[in-house]
């Protein structure tokens, strides 16, 4: 299906493709930088706003916009929207019996040691523990709640550069679990954290400077990529249904330049 295009107050066009609608739901390939759920009101554009002047006629005659698993502004990719109160339950009874399952493209600093590797390790807010100068940062605690990603080397590079030689490699990350940045604070903890991570990266303060500042030349020279380089490419029902999203062009351009 074309993609759809939407014009949000500022008359900036916000493109994301619609891979799969019935009349009980809608998948969405939702683009970088487009935030999921408004967070203040006359905010930037949302995914969430955007549908529900979409699907206006369908909220009038008793629908409405329920978004099932909310992707990170940064993060793109597959996102599966209800469109009725029956359908947004029995999404929510799928993921409570871990039917839903999902898939993402990841690529991170370096070359793992492993080519599998299960994280099992606890997520709690990294405030609650210790001083953290951003207050959704997450971390590995024993107090937290339970969190599991299973993780596969897809492909491993080279980057030549001023600097010396770099290494990156592409992972599949599958999350039994759905913990706020999980598979970000998960491949944080092995060493291989996701280029272009603001937060779990190499330094935090990066993504402070980037709140001050915006996007500059030195922080493209540090994190190499505006947004961190995570992808939902694959959500499926056990035994019904499966839908796919390939990389999109700037995890695609990266990875070619490598």
Request: aromatic share 8%.
């Given at each position: 299906?074309?993609?759809?295009?939407?014009?949000?107050?500022?008359?900036?066009?916000?493109?994301?493709?619609?891979?799969?609608?019935?009349?009980?739901?809608?998948?969405?390939?939702?683009?970088?930088?487009?935030?999921?759920?408004?967070?203040?009101?006359?905010?930037?554009?949302?995914?969430?706003?955007?549908?529900?002047?979409?699907?206006?006629?369908?909220?009038?005659?008793?629908?409405?916009?329920?978004?099932?698993?909310?992707?990170d502004?940064?993060?793109?990719?597959?996102?599966?929207?209800?469109?009725?109160?029956?359908?947004a339950?029995?999404?929510?009874?799928l993921?409570?019996?871990?039917?839903?399952?999902?898939?993402?493209?990841?690529?991170?600093?370096?070359w793992?040691?492993?080519e599998?590797?299960?994280?099992?390790?606890?997520?709690?807010?990294?405030?609650?523990?210790?001083?953290s100068?951003?207050?959704?940062?997450?971390t590995?605690?024993?107090?937290?709640?339970?969190a599991?990603?299973?993780?596969?080397?897809?492909?491993?590079?080279?980057?030549?550069?001023?600097?010396?030689?770099?290494?990156?490699?592409?992972?599949?990350?599958?999350?039994?679990?759905?913990?706020?940045h999980?598979?970000?604070?998960?491949?944080s903890?092995?060493?291989?954290?996701?280029?272009?991570?603001?937060?779990?990266?190499?330094?935090?303060?990066?993504?402070?400077?980037?709140?001050?500042?915006?996007?500059?030349?030195?922080?493209?020279?540090?994190?190499?990529?505006?947004?961190?380089?995570?992808?939902?490419?694959?959500?499926?029902?056990?035994?019904?249904?499966e839908?796919?999203?390939?990389?999109?062009?700037?995890?695609?351009?990266?990875?070619?330049?490598l």
């Amino acid at each position: 299906m074309a993609a759809t295009v939407v014009e949000n107050a500022n008359n900036i066009s916000r493109h994301f493709r619609i891979v799969d609608e019935t009349d009980d739901y809608v998948v969405i390939d939702k683009p970088p930088f487009l935030l999921a759920h408004p967070t203040k009101a006359n905010g930037p554009a949302t995914l969430w706003k955007e549908l529900r002047e979409l699907f206006a006629f369908e909220i009038a005659n008793g629908g409405q916009v329920s978004i099932v698993n909310r992707l990170d502004r940064e993060t793109s990719g597959l996102v599966l929207v209800a469109k009725t109160t029956a359908a947004a339950r029995r999404f929510g009874m799928l993921m409570q019996q871990r039917r839903l399952k999902k898939e993402y493209l990841a690529i991170v600093w370096g070359w793992p040691e492993w080519e599998l590797k299960v994280v099992d390790a606890p997520l709690d807010r990294q405030g609650k523990h210790r001083p953290s100068a951003i207050w959704l940062k997450q971390t590995i605690d024993p107090a937290g709640a339970a969190a599991q990603t299973d993780f596969r080397v897809e492909r491993r590079f080279n980057k030549s550069g001023s600097s010396g030689e770099n290494r990156f490699s592409l992972i599949r990350a599958v999350p039994f679990t759905g913990r706020t940045h999980q598979i970000r604070v998960h491949l944080s903890s092995t060493g291989h954290p996701i280029v272009g991570d603001k937060i779990y990266g190499s330094d935090e303060q990066l993504y402070l400077r980037f709140i001050q500042t915006g996007w500059t030349p030195e922080l493209e020279r540090q994190l190499l990529l505006s947004r961190h380089a995570l992808h939902s490419t694959k959500l499926a029902i056990d035994g019904e249904i499966e839908w796919n999203s390939p990389l999109p062009a700037d995890l695609v351009d990266f990875a070619n330049a490598l």
